[in-house]
């Protein structure tokens, strides 16, 4: 069972528009990078992004929109991800 705690955030989510979760998602994996940047080796960080590039694409092309594999909108989001990932 969630708590209420996490209903309630769940909740606010919903009322967040796009712009704003995908700035939120693109700092929190700004966030994550530096701390790998700084906690991990150059090989770890290497891995770190490749999963994560790998990940973004197989998510993207999960939910075939028309007669394109990946949305507009999911494009964007895909080279914005990458473009934190180069730093």
């Known amino acids: 069972l969630l ?15 796009y712009e704003s979760l995908a700035l939120m998602s693109l700092n929190t994996l700004r966030d994550a990078l530096a701390l790998m940047v700084a906690k991990a080796d150059a090989d770890e960080v290497m891995i770190y992004k490749a999963v994560v590039r790998e990940l973004v694409q197989r998510v993207a092309e999960a939910n075939v929109e028309g007669s394109s594999a990946v949305s507009e909108i999911e494009a964007d989001m895909i080279a914005n991800i990458a473009l934190v990932l180069e730093g």
Do not use: G, P
């Open 3 to 17: 708590s209420r705690k996490a209903v309630d955030a769940l909740r606010a989510y919903d009322r967040i528009d």
